[in-house]
């Protein structure tokens, strides 16, 4: 990030106080509190997290020790007691609100569907039953690829309930994708649909499965278990494949959970690094569990009469910690969503938010912009009261949109808590708290209570304030990513790495700074990997797929900021033969296009296509992505280009078509 960057987003002085109406019924309110609680933190670091546990998790097998770091940096939280996951966010509730609305689906076409906790309960515990019917057991990874949906959540949870470890792909992500999840996890069974409905479209699932397994590497898939959704004709493998609603028939409602230790694997969740091949992110039981009920109490501010709302899919971490685990250990009632914010048009979100009376409603950056652009008035068409909270997550929000929020949908009177946490985190990490922190638009203020965060140099000291650096961890914490799936050493080196002068922190991969009244500011990754629509995809993902095309010799991808997805990929591209150009060069450029998408799945196409004879190199040969940055971005060179092998390329790569 440059200097200039950074002087601009420190200058942002607006404040906004929460209201008194708020502090007053907030679960942590006004900033004394908070500071209460972080003193707390930093007085007795592992009584504080002891102290949460025992309140939020109910244990089957109380814990003695609370942090292990015999075996740093691969953590352990409370790892010699045993719990449920599943028990902890279904059973706990069947005395108290048996007959409360767990779940209110609304489909792509409007359907809407609601189911109690008991309902629910029973639900999961049948998938449960016809899960352990099929041989399924504690510690096999199970993948799902399934639409949003009733049956997404309970298929998640019934993994949970016998101690199977699930790994959900995003229904977008391609056969080749998802044959590179399955193979990596070496998964015993896909839970999948016959398709999805996305904006009115059928979408298949199940013939991409077939496509994923034909590929080879997926010998470990013993069964697939099919859910009915669009009812299109598919093919179903005699002895391997079963439709959900077989396999559950005569099933008992009830199943006991198996009780898992602590550090037991809840899920794996395949995120994109700075290399080629996607980090099946390992995350625990209960530290997971623990951080995901915290954080709908503080930082969502639960209450037992709130709806809550989670925009995300269940294909990624967000869809995770704030649909199929927070909320429901929690005991909310939440909104589940299958459709688009587009369709049937730009009034969904607010026709939903008024329909179902929702309090707390979050989402992405992404999202809010491309909504402003469609229909900046629609809101004020919709009765909007009931909303108390607005949150965002995935990416930096710019103050413009931030405020647009703020006035429009929240009416002036919701705080907005900007998240900023990852799939490695498990749940939000450096957040506001809405009944206390007083909000700078853009700004992902403070960390929460417990979490600490620094900003840092590359010898690991803390930067002033008004200064740029590293954001990094400096303690290990519960949520956190315990290991990368079968590659510990992948794990260590990703996020422990021998930088900081021989101190152990974890490394974000995000650059930040601190203005002066010590608010936090993140600027963005400083690794390889970009932000579109808060997805995150490694340059190098992508470049592999670009360069396995028999087309292309070589492949550069780089981000240029774009005003709705905050980030676009751009790819630079040589080709084996002769430089193509007009309608040729149109033409390559979207078979190429469409060939990323088919090879990582569309959020990866990239928007722009540009090529040439070479890639700008030094004399050694690495490529210069600064510079093709600055070309994406339609800047002036002002770098020194003398130590470039080849500088009249530049020239060519300043072309678009
Ligand atoms: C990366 C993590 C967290 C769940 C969804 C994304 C960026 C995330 C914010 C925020 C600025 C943010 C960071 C982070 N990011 N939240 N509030 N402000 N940037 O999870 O796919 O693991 O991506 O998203 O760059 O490292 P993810």
Known sequence: MSSAEIES????????????????????????????????????????????????LLWQKPFSRVLDESDAPFF???????????????????????????????????????????????????????????????????VIYMPMSIEAVAAMQACARIGATHSVVFGGFSAKSLQDRISDAGAVAVLTADGQMRGGK???LKPTVDEAIAM???????????????????????????????????????????????????????TSGSTGKPKGVQHSTAGYLLHAILTMKWTFDYKGSDVFWCTADVGWVTGHTYIAYGPLAV???????????????????????????????????TAIRSLIKLGAELPKQHDLSSLRLLGTVGEPINPEAWIWYYQEVGGGRCPIVDTWWQTETGGHLLTPLPGATPLKPGSCTFPLPGIMADIVD????????????????????????????????RFKKSYYPDDFRGKQYYLAGDGASRDEDGYIWIMGRIDDVLNVSGHRLGTMEIE?????????????????????????????????????????????????????????????????????????????????????RAIAKGEEITQDVSTLENPQILEQLKETI
Not at 22 to 50: H, T
Not at 331 to 352: C, H, I, L, Y
């Open 76 to 142: 352990k939280w409370f790892d010699d007691g045993e719990l449920n996951a599943s028990y902890n966010c279904l059973d706990r509730h069947l005395n108290a609100q048996p007959n409360k609305i767990a779940i209110i689906f609304e489909a792509d076409d409007g359907t809407v569907t609601k189911v109690s906790y008991k309902q629910l309960f029973h639900k999961v515990c049948q998938f449960a039953n016809g899960l352990k019917s099929l041989g399924i057991k504690p510690g096999d990874r199970v």
């Open 331 to 365: 005991g909310a009632s939440q909104v589940v969503f299958e459709g688009v914010p587009t369709f049937p048009d730009a009034n969904r979100f607010w026709k939903m938010i008024e329909d179902h009376s929702v309090t707390v409603f979050y989402t992405a950056p």
């Open 216 to 270: 080879g590497g997926c010998g470990s898939v013993k069964n697939m278990v099919v859910y009915k959704r669009t009812g299109s004709d598919i093919s179903m493998q005699e002895g391997r494949d079963v439709w959900l609603s077989d396999l559950v028939q005569n099933q008992p409602d009830v199943c006991e959970p198996t009780w898992v230790k602590a550090e037991h694997p809840l899920f794996i969740l395949y």
């Open 458 to 489: 590359e010898t690991g000291e803390s930067v002033p304030k008004g200064h740029g650096g590293i954001l990094v961890l400096k303690k290990p914490w519960p949520s956190m990513i315990r290991t990368i799936w079968g590659d510990p050493e």
């Open 544 to 628: 592999s797929a670009l360069v396995a095309h028999d087309l292309v010799a070589e492949a550069a991808i780089v981000g240029k900021p774009h005003d709705v997805k905050g980030e676009a990929v751009i790819a630079f591209v040589v080709l084996k033969g002769a430089r193509p150009s007009g309608e040729e060069a149109k033409k390559i450029a979207k078979t190429l296009r469409d060939w990323v998408g088919q090879d990582i799945g569309a959020i990866a196409k990239p928007e722009e296509i540009r090529f040439g004879d070479n890639l700008p190199k030094t004399r050694s040969g690495k490529i210069m992505r600064r510079l093709l």
């Open 202 to 204: 059928e979408i298949p």
């Open 9 to 56: 987003v420190l200058h942002e002085n607006r404040v906004f106080e929460p209201s008194s109406d708020f502090v007053k019924q907030a679960n942590i309110s006004g900033m004394p509190a908070y500071q209460v609680l972080c003193d707390e933190a930093e007085r007795d670091y592992e009584g504080f997290w002891a102290r949460h546990a025992r309140d939020n």
